[in-house]
């Protein structure tokens, strides 16, 4: 019996796979390396690369080696792409999505594990935002992920598939032992662009907005260390096995940080003093976006263990120090 990751070569399936093989699970990625990278797959888990939408060879491969639960990270991610290619966001995060549930069904797989996301919430009106707030994303990357929550939900009354939904808050991070980060070239979160910065990389750093009605006009975000997020996913699939029943659960710390304070973080934790300068808004930005943790807690019996943002900055620092140093010697 094997766990099939799809998307492992990517930043969050990365450490996904490393915690699997940690735990002596039988891995099997499928990645059709659109965003990741082969050598993130670490051994000994297995890499096909391909398309979660090619539904000939998902089948095979669930077949071939006996694929008992499924976690699916592959997807598109950024929200103002999504804006300008929603047909490539629904396409890619919903009908793919949908070909791979269908091969899920169709094969008995049991366990499925879906990386939703905080963006479902759209701008919530309180917070920290409960599993139960209303459901209005305002991005075509929101509804995507919505759309595929739904076909779960569905799909779960009318056959015996368990799934689990987490909807992420603001991922960021290294792995702490330093095997694997977020290596993506053209970033857009904000951790990964102020090491950037830190590290002379991008010349500086733009705040997106300091008049939110926040403490200090910059917006608040939920930032989960990367590893205890992907241990939520070991507790998600521990609790499937159980025997527990389908849900939506947040992942998150359920405290947030400003983009201020992040930026102060990352200055401290570097020693450097980059440059930051203040521009408008960005479209879409909620001011603050902070997880509901009540569920996590009960449900998965997930404590974290990264609940700090210096280390969270630290690891990131770490892991963009280790690609700069890779790419000078290449
Ligand atoms: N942000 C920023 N400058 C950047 C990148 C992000 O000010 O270069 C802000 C962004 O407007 C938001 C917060 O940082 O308020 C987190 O943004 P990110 O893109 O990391 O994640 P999101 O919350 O959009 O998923």
Known sequence: MSVLVTGGAGYIGSHMVLALNDAGEDVVVLDNLSTGFPWAVAEPAKLVIGDIGDQALVRELIETEKVEAIIHFAGSIVVPDSIADPLGYYLNNTCKSRALIECAVDAGVKHFIFSSTAAVYGMPEENPVSEEAALNPISPYGSSKLMTEMMLRDTALAFPLNYVALRYFNVAGADPEGRSGQSTPRATHLIKVAVQAALGERPKLDVFGTDYPTPDGTCIRDYIHVSDLV??????????????????????????????????????????????????????????????????????????????????????LGWEKHLNAHRDAS
């Open 231 to 316: 241990a939520a996913h070991l507790a998600a699939l521990r609790y499937l096995r159980d025997g527990g029943r389908s849900e939506v659960i947040n992942c998150g710390y359920g405290n947030g940080y400003s983009v201020f304070q992040v930026i102060e973080a990352v200055k401290r934790v570097s020693g450097v003093d980059f440059p930051v300068e203040t521009v408008p808004r960005r479209p879409g930005d909620p001011a603050a976006l902070v997880a509901g943790v009540e569920r996590i807690g009960k449900l998965l019996g997930w404590v974290p263990q990264r609940d700090d943002l210096d280390q969270i900055v630290a690891d990131a």
